[in-house]
Structure formats: C-alpha cells, structure tokens
C-alpha cells in the first residue's frame, strides 16, 4: 500500500502540487509531483528540496480551504531566494485537493 492509499485508509486529507511549468532552469521537469498529507507528511518531490518547505505550507492551506491554486517560485522573487530556490529559473506549482 502507497503513502496516499495509507492517508485515505486512515480518513486523512491530502493535497498534490504538480510541476506544471518551467522558464529557464529548474530543478525538477514539468510533472514532479509531490503529495502533502494534512499532518505534514510528503510524499515525493517538485524542486529536490530547495522549496519543498514552502510548497507545504501551500498544500496545508490548501487542505483546509479546498481551493485550487497556481504557485511560483523564481529566483527574483525574495521568497523563492529565502527558501532556497537559486537554480536561476522560475516553477510553477498548481495545487490542489487530493480527490479519490
């Protein structure tokens, strides 16, 4: 059984943030995924970790509000550069609710 199979078993809610873009370099392709269980726990990857802090506490937003919402991380931008996105390129995150 998956990590995901294992969260719904149990009654928890998730959310999946999904590579959906790239401009110039990024650490991960376009459909890196990562998963985020509604008690912090990851599954997977969308930048090798340089943002994956972050994407977190999107997903966890995202769990209890249940909205969709696209996310970018570029190197110009001062949160990106805080939380260590500094390969020189911009990703672009969408989220969202897990639904089974």
């Not at 110039?24 to 990851?42: F, I």
């Not at 970790?49 to 999107?58: L, S, T």
Request: with cysteine.
């Amino acid at each position: 059984m998956n990590d995901l199979s294992r969260w719904r078993a149990a009654g928890k809610s998730s959310a999946v943030a999904r590579v959906v873009r790239l401009e110039g370099s990024g650490p991960r392709d376009p459909g890196a995924a990562m998963a985020v269980c509604e008690d912090g726990s990851v599954v997977g990857s969308v930048s090798g970790g340089c943002v994956e802090g972050a994407v977190v506490e999107e997903a966890l937003q995202i769990i209890q509000t249940g909205e969709r919402r696209m996310v970018s991380f570029g190197y110009s931008d001062d949160e990106a550069f805080a939380v260590g996105l500094t390969c020189g390129g911009t990703i672009h995150l969408f989220i969202e609710p897990f639904d089974w």
